[in-house]
């Protein structure tokens, strides 16, 4: 009788230990696929739209986009999960939409706190559909969408802003307070020829402060303008290794062409520790958090957990007393609002590459790494396997930039910037550059935009890359015409 009341309990307990078990795996299938899964930045989809395409055509791996609308540079990347998707799209709308000033001292709501000084209201008025803005800029006319940063000799053999200002001019400012001046552009036209005798014309800029808010400008003022980067891959290339970039600029030690770039080493704002600058015209920032957050003190006014106090200058009386958005606790930018501007920069796709079978766009390929523009503007590079978002890691990318600093000769000099000298420039990425004018309508290129035409662009170059414009110049009408097809194809 013993043995009929316990066969039962000997049959369930294993079955009930099998559906804890089950249950206990299922909860962390969920937890797990809620919680950490989609921080790989893969969703449930599939890839197939990336793995069927010509590998050719894939310019960033699977941060490529095959968009074909008029927004090429503002892609999230294909098959995101939705919380990434989510995030992006936050990140998104604080990038495109405008903030406004602060009305009352009291914070009143998320969107607020622009200025008290600044140059825009929207990370998008300069980033135009995440690429650039042009504004007409004729000699004479007042400036807006580029900004002027002034230097003046410390005399201590560095350099400083002008007493007074800022070295980032703000050319707008709320109400009651005086902007610090508005950019002025001259230009001179400066017609050359090819050796071929074919006819060109650049126009050279020089910029001045007009109307200066806060005291006379001293003489011997260096005034220089930037313009806004297109944006695509930003994510790809935080992902890249420091060895990476060191290895390069190794690899141009004794270049025949006397190319030499170097890194930008710098103090990463929040460790503490000496980081490669990959960031900004002249790789002045280390990562995407400390470029957004800088773009959103310095462009727009907006505090935030990296700048949590206004920058009010002694003698801005009118600027230090205008109603601040928020408190050195509560900043404009909220830590949240701060982390979905970084995740929308970092996910951020790249337009696939066009025109693959284009027997022009063939031979400008090949034009571009003979006469070595491919030195600087390197063809392909490999991501590291440390960032924080898996999709960004291992991903065979093409950006054509080696993302270090070269000399590029007195013509594009503009003031010095950290380590970077005034002559120093990091190589730009050039991925999606032939998507410029569908995107933003223009053809400006150069951090000043002075150039009129990639070709323009090209003829600008000077200093290490003297020996591959010389070599471009030197090409035949049909082959430049070449390669200028193979540059609107990337
Ligand atoms: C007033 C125009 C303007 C505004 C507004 C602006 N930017 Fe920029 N942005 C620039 C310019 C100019 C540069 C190059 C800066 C430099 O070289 O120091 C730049 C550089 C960048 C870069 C680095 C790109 C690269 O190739 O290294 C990122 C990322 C960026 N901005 C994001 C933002 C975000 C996010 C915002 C809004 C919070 C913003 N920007 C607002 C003009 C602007
Ligand atoms: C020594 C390194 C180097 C070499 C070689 C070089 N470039 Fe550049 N390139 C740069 C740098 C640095 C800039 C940015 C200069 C500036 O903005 O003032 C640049 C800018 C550009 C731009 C404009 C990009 C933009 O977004 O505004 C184009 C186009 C370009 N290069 C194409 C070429 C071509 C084509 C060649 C070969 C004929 C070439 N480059 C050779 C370093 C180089």
């Not at 206990?24 to 197939?48: F, H, I, N, P």
């Not at 610090?180 to 001045?208: H, T």
């Not at 323009?456 to 020996?467: D, F, M, R, T």
Request: with cysteine.
């Amino acid at each position: 009788m013993n043995d009929a009341s316990e066969k039962p309990v000997r049959h369930w307990l294993p079955i009930a230990v099998g559906i804890l078990l089950a249950a206990l795996l299922a909860l962390g299938w969920a937890v797990w696929k809620t919680e950490y899964a989609w921080r790989d930045a893969y969703g449930d989809g599939d890839m197939s739209e990336l793995r069927a395409a010509d590998p050719r055509a894939l310019t960033a791996g699977d941060m490529t986009t095959f968009h074909k609308g008029f927004k090429p540079f503002g892609q999230s990347a294909e098959n995101l999960p939705w919380q990434y998707e989510k995030l992006f799209d936050d990140g998104d709308g604080l990038f495109e939409r405008p903030f406004q000033p602060a009305i009352t001292k009291i914070r009143y709501n998320t969107r607020d706190g622009l200025g008290p000084l600044y140059n825009a209201n929207a990370c998008g008025a300069c980033h135009f559909r995440d690429g650039s803005v042009e504004e007409p800029y004729t000699s004479g006319q007042i400036m807006n969408g580029i900004f002027l940063r002034m230097s003046v000799a410390d005399g201590n053999g560095g350099w400083a802003p002008p007493a007074g200002y800022h070295s980032q001019l703000r050319d707008k400012a709320v109400a009651g307070v005086p902007p610090e001046g508005f950019g002025v552009i001259d230009w001179q036209e400066m017609p050359d020829r090819f050796p071929d005798g074919e006819a060109y014309s650049l126009r050279k800029p020089s910029f001045r402060v007009h109307n200066p808010g806060y005291g006379q400008l001293p003489a011997g003022v260096i005034v220089e303008a930037r313009s806004a980067p297109r944006l695509p891959g930003m994510g790809l290339l935080e992902a890249l290794d420091e060895d990476t970039l060191l290895a390069i600029a190794k690899s141009q030690e004794n270049h025949p062409d006397g190319v030499s770039g170097r890194p930008n080493w710098l103090t990463d704002p929040e460790t503490g520790k000496r980081v490669i600058g990959k960031f900004s015209l002249k790789a002045n920032a280390p990562h995407l958090r400390a470029q957004a957050a800088g773009a959103a003190f310095n462009d727009m006014g907006l505090t935030s957990p990296l700048h949590p106090r206004e920058l009010c200058l002694a003698g801005q009386t009118a600027c230090a007393e205008a109603p601040a958005g928020g408190t050195a606790a509560a900043p404009d930018l909220s830590e949240e609002q701060l982390q979905a501007l970084t995740i929308y920069l970092q996910l951020l796709a790249v337009p696939a590459r066009r025109q693959l079978d284009d027997t022009d766009v063939g031979l400008g390929g090949r034009l571009f790494a003979e006469v070595g523009c491919g030195v600087c503007h390197l063809d392909t590079l490999r991501t590291g396997n440390s960032h924080p978002i898996k999709r960004l890691r291992g991903q065979t990318i093409h950006p054509y930039s080696d993302l270090l600093l070269h000399d590029m000769g007195p013509d594009l000099a503009g003031r010095p910037d950290g380590e970077a000298s005034a002559q120093e420039w990091r190589t730009p990425p050039l991925w999606g550059i032939g998507l410029t004018r569908k995107s933003n309508h223009h053809t400006v290129f150069l951090h000043d935009q002075r150039a009129r035409s990639l070709q323009e662009a090209i003829l600008w170059h000077g200093g290490e890359a003297s020996a591959a414009k010389a070599r471009f110049m030197a090409l035949n009408k049909a082959s430049r015409a070449a390669l200028i097809k193979f540059l609107e194809s990337i």
